[in-house]
């Protein structure tokens, strides 16, 4: 008898467990896709001051990607190329590519609440952690699972733990918050705007808000992505750098 | 002559008060010239056994280039070769393999750019302080991996605390990117906030599995002690001439001349401790001069000279200081021997002390040949004090003498 | 009461050879423990001196919470209340406006952090004194954008005079700051820690390119007379707003140094504890012999009446005269003997001197010029003399007259 018992908690413990990596793991994967490019612009609040950038983005997997900023005019032709797990710049007024130091990676990203690190490590949601349904919510007028994703002991991650909510229809990351290992809510994300970006349905603004300070925000919001589009790795090369259209 | 000495011996003991200043004065001379020299050289040597033992050690190996820009890709090549020579050099006490790497800190609310230092805890244990300058927590007794040492003005900038995760961020010998997630087993706290700020301690184990391979930027060694420095390093030098070999004297040149620099100082203070010893002599002397005319004049009209009544003086004097001097010495040699064994505590006199380890406490040493150096200058300045109240008594004139109230 | 003055005032003039002695005891003990102590001090205050002029000046004008957080965004653009403040006090002779953060500097394929130093390049020269340590090339002008790079980080990028810089940093209000420039000149600083990772440019530069234009991060106040450093610093804090504003002194900006300072202090507090030993001993010596010569007038004073408590104050009256007295001399002597010392300080010899010139400084010992250590020492010989006086004190309240009077 505790054997039956036994094996058919595994059976649905462990199911659980992999619906829950699945349901993450094709959330990803929709925003994703193979490969990208888009248009967003990013604003960053701040207590006394606030800016916007516009930027275009493309990437392939998680592993290469091209961020060429638009505006403002100040920061016009700026360029950041990451392969892999580097960081190159290109500045437009200095003619020379550059490649960020690991000291760079913990610092802010133009300003925002992202780091640079974050543009690198975006895999790492799947890899990291373990992951386990925790109950059901309705954000956005959606039906949404509720995910709870703990550090792998081993994981290079500074958090306690992650509760991250996606809707059940489309498997859009609705709302994330990111725990330290106390219990505080340090971060969080939320999303709205839900609409077609061609055939894909998406949150069209993203918002980051880190709990403990006062006023501070960085909002993204998305103006036009395409999906699979036709690029190569061979793309995302310190020569094209140079080359890309605004 | 003989007559003379015999008065002088006797009118010591007939006003003891009065000799019992000047023995006290000479005395207190040579006790205080005696300390004084040993509490400087025990202040100086202080100060360089602890910045051996908190940081510098007696002698450091690295990459000849290493010091140029202190770049991870220097490290030590062939460290079994290294490790094999200090092993059979017997005047070497303990050594301690390090990596060195600078890299980020993280915590949920913030991230700094840090130093860290990758250990063999029992090898550290040896040669720095580091095991003792914990205010929490403990030093790598977990058998957990990647357990972190972070100082305390750190953890309160990042907002963590004791068995809190934090990642740590640095590049590997290709110039990649490693990161990961640590522990803090125990917090520590030196007398220097910027490098609490700016430094971790882990152990090489954990460090060298993430960059994935055993390097070693920094060899730091203790030998047996301060004298095996020179030999040792000089040994070394030729044993091991492809490394770049320092001492502390090299590393640390303004401890190496600590002792000159103090000499200037030692100089100058003496010599005001012996002319207020002087000045005090001669008043005191002077006072027991003309406490003494009524005597004094005395013997001058009874058909004393007045040569002699200056020898008389000088005499009392010459033995006075006879009978101070090696009380004196013994004195100075007493203090010494206790508190060179028990330690003068600066805390009693400085109350925002808050130094770690050796810091705090002085042990006066001091060399034999100053005890018979002081003792000596002190005798002759009392001397020479003497002969001013001594002319003084010649000038004063018996018949007005004898009839003083 | 005024019968005891007169008395005292009477008894130190009639016997004038004993006064003197006791004066000059006194006098000596105020002369060797200022003295001895103003060395010490004037050994602090030159460490002060070097270390505060090598980068960060006695006293700094910031934004309000900027040495909490020093970010760019925590710069201000400073009133001209303000600098009509600054102007019109003699004490300061110059201020230095800066405008300092951080950057990535790149030159092919190294990166290295930087401390990025946006300065009025003449009155940081008189600051930091900066002419003598340029070993290559020239200042830049005011109004150009060249680079002043210390030698660390020129030799780290094999770069000469010419050769140019890249800069990358976070500006102000997030706006990114990049350029690249090229390097006018080249600086040695004796220091490693600024040797090896600073960057001076002009200030309109610096503001142009952390996009932060006006504004400084800093107001470095320049003091020619650091003795008069707290005076200043509570006149300027009572004319500041202090919400909008803070007004820090080296002691905050250079905590380290305040700490190797105390705990130097405390051995040198030792030290000056032996030297009053002697002299509180020569000090006692003269009461001691004072009051033997004197116990047959006692006897007399008392057998005729005199009340023995009158004798008292009237003995310790004298020795308040002497001692006043003899420190007024005493202060008065020594002081041109400081002067003579803090215009020619002691100086170190070979090597020695050469292990601090390292460091670019002078090798020497002065002496202090402080009025508050000439005060306070003679305070405490005030305080010795009162204490010695207890012995005759005690010798009064046990005197037996007609014994006295045999003496």
Redesign the interface.
């Known amino acids: 008898m505790k054997k039956l018992i036994y094996c058919l908690l595994l059976i649905f413990g462990t199911s659980h467990a992999q619906d829950a990596y699945e349901i993450i793991k094709r959330s990803d994967e929709h925003v994703r896709g193979k490969s990208n490019k888009a248009e967003m612009s990013i604003e960053?609040q701040?207590p006394?001051?606030s800016?916007t950038m516009e930027i275009k983005v493309w990437s392939l997997g998680t592993e290469y990607s091209f961020i060429l900023i638009q505006a403002?005019s100040?920061?016009k032709g700026?360029v950041f190329l990451k392969r892999e797990?580097?960081i190159w710049?290109w500045?437009p007024?200095?003619?020379?590519i550059?490649?960020?130091?690991?000291?760079?990676?913990?610092?802010?990203w133009?300003?925002?609440d992202l780091?640079n690190?974050d543009l690198?490590k975006e895999s790492s949601i799947l890899s990291d952690y373990t992951h386990k349904i925790i109950g059901d919510t309705t954000l956005l007028n959606r039906a949404c699972y509720g995910i709870e994703l703990t550090?792998k002991?081993?994981?290079?991650?500074?958090?306690?733990k992650i509760k991250t909510f996606i809707d059940k229809q489309d498997y859009l990351q609705l709302a994330s918050e990111?725990y330290?290992?106390d219990g505080?809510l340090?971060?969080k994300m939320e999303a709205s705007d839900i609409k077609y970006f061609g055939a894909k349905i998406l949150p069209a603004t993203l918002v980051m808000t880190p709990v403990?300070e006062e006023g501070q925000k960085t909002i993204l919001r998305y103006k036009s992505i395409e999906y699979n589009i036709d690029i190569e790795e061979s793309f995302f090369s310190k020569q094209n750098m140079k080359r890309l259209r605004l | 002559m003989k007559t003379t000495i015999k008065i002088a011996w006797r009118n010591i003991w007939r006003t003891p008060m009065r000799s019992f200043l000047v023995i006290g004065s000479i005395v207190m001379g040579i006790w205080a010239g005696i300390f004084v020299i040993a509490f400087s050289y025990g202040l100086n040597k202080q100060r360089t056994l602890s910045s051996i033992k908190n940081s510098i050690s007696h002698i450091q190996i690295h990459h000849p280039e290493y010091d140029k820009d202190y770049d991870s890709k220097y490290f030590l090549e062939n460290p079994d070769l290294i490790k094999t020579e200090l092993e059979t050099n017997a005047n070497i006490k303990a050594f301690a393999f390090r990596s060195l790497l600078?890299?980020?800190i993280?915590?949920?609310?913030k991230?700094n750019?840090v130093r860290i230092i990758g250990i063999n805890k029992n090898q550290e244990k040896e040669v720095t302080g580091i095991h003792s300058g914990l205010v929490e927590g403990n030093y790598f007794e977990s058998k957990r991996?990647?357990q972190i040492l972070i100082g305390e003005a750190l953890s309160k900038k990042l907002k963590v605390k004791l068995r809190?995760?934090?990642?740590?961020?640095?590049?590997d010998t290709d110039n990649?990117?490693v990161?990961?997630?640590f522990r803090v087993c125990g917090i520590f706290k030196t007398q220097y906030t910027k490098y609490d700020e700016g430094t971790v301690f882990i152990q090489n184990s954990d460090l060298q599995r993430l960059i994935k391979s055993k390097e070693f930027h920094q060899v730091a060694l203790l030998c047996n002690s301060l004298d095996d420095v020179d030999s040792t390093y000089h040994n070394l030098k030729t044993n091991l001439n492809d490394y770049e070999v320092k001492d502390w004297k090299t590393i640390s040149p303004e401890l190496a001349y600590a002792d000159e620099i103090m000499e200037t100082w030692l100089f100058l203070i003496m010599i005001i401790i012996m002319l207020a010893l002087i000045f005090g002599i001669i008043n005191t002397m002077l006072m027991a001069v003309f406490e003494r005319r009524r005597e004094l004049g005395m013997l001058m009209a009874i058909g004393m000279n007045k040569s002699k009544v200056f020898f008389l003086i000088l005499t009392e004097t010459f033995f006075l200081s006879l009978i101070g001097a090696p009380m004196g010495m013994f004195l100075g040699a007493l203090t010494i021997k206790l508190t060179s064994e028990t330690g003068i505590n600066l805390a009693i006199v400085g109350e925002g002390l808050q130094s770690v380890g050796l810091g705090n406490v002085i042990y006066p040493v001091i060399e034999t040949k100053f005890y018979i150096f002081i003792s000596v200058m002190v005798f002759i300045f009392t001397l020479i004090a003497a002969i001013y109240p001594s002319r003084k008594a010649l000038k004063l004139k018996p018949t007005e003498a004898i009839r003083t109230i | 009461m005024k019968m005891i003055f007169k008395m005292a005032w009477r008894n130190i003039w009639r016997s004038k050879r004993r006064s003197i002695i006791t004066i000059s005891s006194i006098f000596f003990a105020v002369f060797f423990a200022v003295f001895a102590r103003s060395f010490q001090i004037g050994v602090y205050n030159k460490m002060i001196a070097n270390m505060v002029g090598m980068y960060t000046g006695y006293l700094q004008i910031h934004q309000n919470g900027f040495w909490e957080e020093q970010s760019i965004?925590n710069s201000f653009i400073p009133d001209q209340s303000v600098l009509d403040l600054l102007h019109d006090n003699k004490d300061i002779t110059d201020f230095n406006e800066r405008l300092e953060s951080f950057a990535?500097t790149?030159s092919?394929?190294l990166?290295k952090?930087a401390i990025i130093m946006g300065v009025n390049l003449e009155k940081e020269d008189g600051l930091m004194d900066l002419s003598p340590k340029l070993i290559s090339g020239e200042f830049p002008a005011h109004t150009s954008s060249s680079l002043l790079i210390s030698e660390g980080l020129a030799s780290y990028y094999n770069m000469s005079v010419g050769d140019s810089l890249?800069l990358?940093g976070?500006g102000y209000?997030?706006?990114?700051a990049?350029?690249?420039f090229p390097v006018s000149g080249i600086l040695k600083f004796p220091m490693p820690n600024l040797n090896d990772r600073l960057v001076l440019m002009p200030i309109l530069a610096a503001q142009e390119l952390y996009?932060a234009p006006e504004r400084l991060t800093s107001l470095v106040l320049q003091i020619d007379k650091p003795e008069k450093l707290n005076k200043l610093k509570k006149y300027i804090s009572k004319k500041l707003d202090l919400e909008k504003y803070e007004l820090l002194d080296w002691k905050s900006l250079l905590p380290e140094l305040v700490q190797t300072i105390q705990a130097d202090s405390a051995g040198g507090v030792i030290i000056i504890g032996v030297l009053y030993m002697i002299i509180s001993f020569g000090i006692l010596g003269t009461l001691l012999m004072m009051t033997a010569e004197r116990m047959r007038e006692f006897g007399i004073l008392i057998s005729i009446g005199m009340r023995k408590s009158k004798l008292i104050l009237t003995l310790i009256m004298e020795s308040l005269f002497m001692g006043i007295l003899a420190s007024i001399i005493g202060i008065s002597v020594v002081s041109p003997v400081r002067y003579y010392f803090n215009r020619n300080p002691i100086r170190l010899e070979d090597q020695a001197a050469e292990s601090i010139e390292a460091f670019g400084f002078e090798p020497v010992i002065p002496a202090s010029l402080d009025m508050d250590i000439a005060m306070n020492h003679a305070g405490i010989v005030l305080l010795i003399v009162l204490i010695c006086t207890i012995y005759p004190i005690v010798t009064i309240l046990r005197l037996k007259p007609v014994k006295a009077m045999r003496t």
């Open positions: 960053v701040r006394k001051w800016r403002p100040r920061d700026t797990k580097e710049n500045q007024k200095i003619e020379k550059i490649k960020l130091p690991p000291s760079m990676m913990m610092q802010s133009m300003g925002s780091t690190d690198v550090p002991p081993e994981a290079a991650v500074v958090w306690g990111f330290d290992e505080y340090i971060n403990e | 600078n890299g980020m993280s915590s949920p609310v991230s750019g991996k990647n809190s995760k934090i990642v740590l961020t640095f590049q990649n990117i990161a990961g997630a | 965004d990535l790149a092919d394929n990166t952090g890249i990358l976070q209000h997030g706006a990114s990049n350029g690249i996009a």
